[in-house]
């Protein structure tokens, strides 16, 4: 099999790691293999999580391949740092990330294919043309399909600097493409982490301490250890882990530990968070990350001055497939199975608490149930390795939904201070925001609007350090962060007198012709998702409906939303969402729409209703009974645009989310002639019972 | 412990199992039909869905033992070539994100059909009350539903 790498010009030869035998197939790069029935069989390398980079990278190199869709099939790679960078999910990066190379692959092998064919039929290439997986010589009107010239094209040497297509060449890219992944979800198959089983392996589940900042004091396993089916209890770390024959058993065991925990840290409530945010707000020693102009002066001489705080509690990932990995530690070697995010990452961090080299370790990427930035961290992946290796048998640890929802990794809670000094033609001279966290790092975005477009400018962090585990959350910090500077935009433009849109835009105005330091998103894209969002929605148009706007920047994307709220029985009642993105090139129409709506319903559901409260350092949520997610009938309408500009795709799993919020806190706002400043929104005074 | 008899997709499958083990549990561990999912195991999610006797029902709060000689569907069985029209309409919508609730949405779904072939919107929302999907995806799993309806 021919192929190359992209990091030098030498052929060699491709690891094509499936379990699905190519037969006949010729291998042209890391991406692709072509049979020689032209089934064209192109590898997947990023885990799939549900933003469908299993059908938008396909697309990608099929689009630069001229190959018919529908002889494509697409196989998740699993891990291999040799044949592809980047083998992740997060920051709404892969498609920005392979977007040049994945065409090249597909670019190379055509032009490969094309050169095969003007060999054969002794023709100049450039007399050739390709279209369909069928290279065409139109003067003697000769055909040959992919099919037929693979096995001759794989062998030809690697061309550099393949030209790509003009974008008004397309006929993949910016379609509507069905998920490959389709009939495989709706008839059952096994593609998830959860579902792999492997003959002779063994379940296991564990309990972690219930409470942030304890730790096992003693282990009374006996009662669990006697239970059908039990194989072992192991403890180990924090961890005391039930090994037996089934998920079923292995849980009926767990229950029956007698676990003592003891004091490992600050042992933390709800009430504690409140009065640690609030004893933060007043800190003399911020962090300060931005600093412009001279605020002090800005508000001592303020015509009007606006202020509000805003605060998130943590939150729980959730994703509906539970955390779950298999591993095998054998003398010779590691396999590794599951969903996972990081799965370079992951492998590195087995390699060393095992003392294995990385290339005696193999990981299979399964499909994830999910991932929402959980799936980001490899503490699961460590624990079923570790587990394996100790009890020297093949093991899938399984979590509960309890064991995920009460076991950390959580969304920070935070809490922020904006103030805004408005002078007396109502502009904004001063602006400053203080954000405080619980392990949230910096939990201001101090280059956002409207840095840049204020002259006396304030952007101050401060993080408490707790035993509570934080991560990366879908659009970390953005995601109430969005919410809070849009409502607070939204009544600094209320106190102006000024139309909330046209507030903005003469926020970018002054950023562009008279920018106050640094300016670090570009001002074009965000005003023209402001502008069609406007129009879109009939802003100003509809006498009587009552609407809410908000724009954000994140992850490279610009999205601008107008949320439309009725009032029913004297409630405000969400019913309808108009969202205009900008994330470049749209590679499949389908799923970026999917991306938009599930980022909406995603932000919308968990400002709505979510939330995870402490006691004695444990969550009072434990399963969805308690921690409320957004169900079908909580629904709006959702109506998705896309800027049609051209330019390099930046990226869309992310940044529909964060301007959620703000749009439907705005517009219940002119509903009901009240700010929501809390998330969860159900619990602020708006919603709550009302005759 | 004691060899349950289960009658599953038309076909006949023995388990031996505890009595109390959920029907999910043994349809997952035991049969190696893993297409019905674990999401929540308190009948929150609706990712176990299955069928009893034609009636959905969360197979993770439903013990074997109390299952006996009742006929059961699962996502595996719904079709022989998986083209009911649901999945067809999953298909034609292009319904998944991640995916992994929608064989229990399918599964809810096609018995609301079996009952009430042409269900209006509400009546598709109330009866798909039990299942969540994480990723978001409401809109086209209920369109998905609307348009199999029009095609049962």
Known sequence: MLGFSWFNAEAESPVIIQKIPFAGSMGFNSYLSIASDGTITILSPNPELGQNIMTSFPMIVAEELDADWTKVKVLQAALDTKAFDRQLTGGSGAVPHSWKRLRTAGATARNMLMQAAAAQWNVPVEECSASDSVVTHSKSGKQASYGDLAATAATLPVPKDVKLKDRKDFKIIGQAIKNVANKDIVTGKPIFGLDFYREGMLHAMIQRPASFGTKIKSVDSAAAKAMPGIVDVVVFKNNVAVVGKSTWEVSKARKLLKIEYEKDGDIESTADHNNIFTKLMDSSTPSIKRANGDVATAFSTAAKIVKAEYQCPFLSHAPLEPMNFFAHVRPDGIELVGPTQTPASARSAVAKLLSVPEDKITLEITRLGGGFGRRLKWDYVLEAAELSSLIKAPVKVTWTREDDITGGSYRPAVRYRFEAALDSKGNMVGYKCRGVGINAGNPTREDNFPSGAVDNLLIESLDHKSAITTGAWRAPITNFLGFAEQAFLDEVAQAAGKDPIQFRLELLAKARTNPAGPVKYNIDRMETVIKMAAEKSGWGKKPGVFLGFSVYFSHQSYVAQVCEVILQAGKPVIKKIYAVSDCGQVINLSGARQQVMGGIVDGLGHAMYSKLTFKNGATEQTNFNNYRLIRMKEIPEIETYFVDNGIDPTGLGEPALPPTGGAVANAIFKATGKRLRNQPFMDEEVFKAKA | ?152
């Open chain 2, 1 to 152: 412990m004691p060899v349950y008899t289960l009658q599953i997709n038309g076909k006949e499958y023995k388990a031996d199992v505890a009595a109390d083990t959920p029907l999910l549990w043994v349809l997952r561990d035991s049969l190696g039909l893993v297409g019905t999912k674990f999401g929540c195991g308190i009948a929150q999610c609706g990712a176990c869905t299955v069928h009893l006797n034609g009636n959905a029902v969360k197979s993770c709060v439903l013990p074997v033992a109390s299952v006996k000689t009742a006929a059961i569907t699962t996502i595996e069985g719904l079709s022989t070539l998986g083209d009911h029209p649901l999945q067809n309409a999953w298909n034609e919508v292009d319904v998944p994100q991640c995916g992994y609730c929608q064989a229990g949405q399918i599964m809810t779904a096609a018995a609301l059909l079996k009952k009430k072939p042409h269900p209006s919107e509400a009546e598709i929302d109330n009866a798909m009350h039990g299942n969540i999907c994480r990723c978001g995806a409401y809109h086209r799993i209920r369109e998905a539903v609307k348009l199999a309806s029009t095609k049962i």
